[in-house]
């Protein structure tokens, strides 16, 4: 399936569980549960990804018939799931220990530590460029599905991503 036929079919579900379809809304979860999970493992602690997700779903059941444009799920959803990471990391403030899955290889290890650091730098920028970069890097949306999910204009998306790639490099040498 193609990206285009994937959000018109992400579009349609949401139109249909805006009406009170139940099962479009198991479909709808169906299909956009990964990219929920994409957003939590970028913000939170592996551990609570499946605690954040299932708290997005149930938000997105209260909430989805205030969604103005069906097509605008994805972002929506993200900047949803952004929130309730920041909510469970208010909540209980933890250091993530590097992962005791089996044995490491140098070149685990390396990719492990890289992670760890682009983590870390994340975590130390300002919440408004961490969120930008996660959006447009991270989970790949257009600056246009950026700019809806900010409610900013397109071209103030492309400034503050410019500003945020600085200082995350900028925290990635000094790291």
């Not at 933890?94 to 089996?102: A, F, T, Y």
């Not at 071209?155 to 040498?173: F, I, P, Q």
């Amino acid at each position: 399936m193609s990206t285009a036929e994937l959000k018109s079919r992400v579009a349609e579900l949401v139109v249909r569980v805006q009406r009170g379809d139940t099962a479009a809304f198991e479909a709808l979860y169906q299909e956009t549960h990964r990219l929920a999970r994409k957003v939590a493992l970028a913000m939170v602690n592996p551990q609570l990804v499946d605690d954040i997700v299932q708290e997005s779903y149930i938000v997105v059941y209260q909430k989805v018939r205030q969604l103005d444009d069906p097509r605008a799920f994805p972002a929506w959803l993200s900047r949803l799931v952004i929130h309730i990471c920041y909510k469970a990391q208010r909540k209980k403030r933890e250091d993530e220990p590097l992962p005791e899955e089996g044995p490491q290889t140098a070149d685990t290890t390396a990719k492990a530590l890289a992670t760890l650091a682009l983590r870390q730098a994340l975590d130390r920028l300002q919440k408004d460029d961490r969120e930008i970069l996660i959006l447009r890097e991270l989970l790949q949306l257009s600056y246009e599905e950026v700019a809806y999910a900010l409610v900013l204009p397109v071209g103030t998306v492309k400034s503050r991503l410019n500003t945020a790639r600085k200082r995350l490099k900028d925290r990635l040498e000094m790291a």
